[in-house]
């Protein structure tokens, strides 16, 4: 029987194909190529002025990598608002090797000692790879986005392929683009090197906010 592997996972990912699983309970994955990508540009975001007071105020403890496997369990749950989950056991261990090997990085909101919104992704040269966010409380998954965002382009990254646009991501600027330019916009940052965990959050999140229009 074949068996997906982490090394393989990358491949895909950097000739533009990401896999997603029909259910919870599926035992196969789905390969995906959009005619249409979804992108956030990272020169482009917009944090509407409520949700940057939000951030200013540190509602909530941000932390990076802490938790990456509780992260990726917490978006497979299912919800009022997400009855059904693309995220099998599959998905859940690749991820956690990809991140086991540096590859992928959640982004954690946590208030009280508790995981209360965030998301994870994966991360070749420049490119970053949205892959599914969760909250818990208002605005929890939100403020982990601005956070990503302000160390992608701290650390010199140059592409967040939210593979579709939503509704929730089109408030922060997401957009589509034509698979054909999507694959040039990859293929430029797979060469970039950037330091995901290298980045200063204090200064990154300060650039971020003061220079975006709300």
Known sequence: MFTLSAPMLLRAYAAGIFPMAESAESKELHWFDPERRGILPL????????LRRTVRRGVFELRFDSAFQQVIESCAETTVDRPKTWINDDIVRLYTELFEAG?????ECWREGRLVGGLYGVSIGGAYF???????????????????????????????????????????????????EYRRRLNRALEVRTDFTGADQTHAIAALLDGTQG
């Open 130 to 180: 949205g892959e599914s966010m969760f909250s818990r409380e208002t605005d929890a998954s939100k403020v982990a986005l601005v956070h990503l965002v302000a160390r992608l382009r701290a650390a010199g990254f140059t592409l967040l392929d939210t593979q579709f646009v939503t509704e929730h991501l089109g408030h922060f600027g997401a957009l589509e683009i034509p698979r054909a």
């Open 103 to 107: 590859f992928a990085h959640s982004v």
């Open 43 to 50: 020169d482009g975001f917009h944090v509407a002025r409520s």
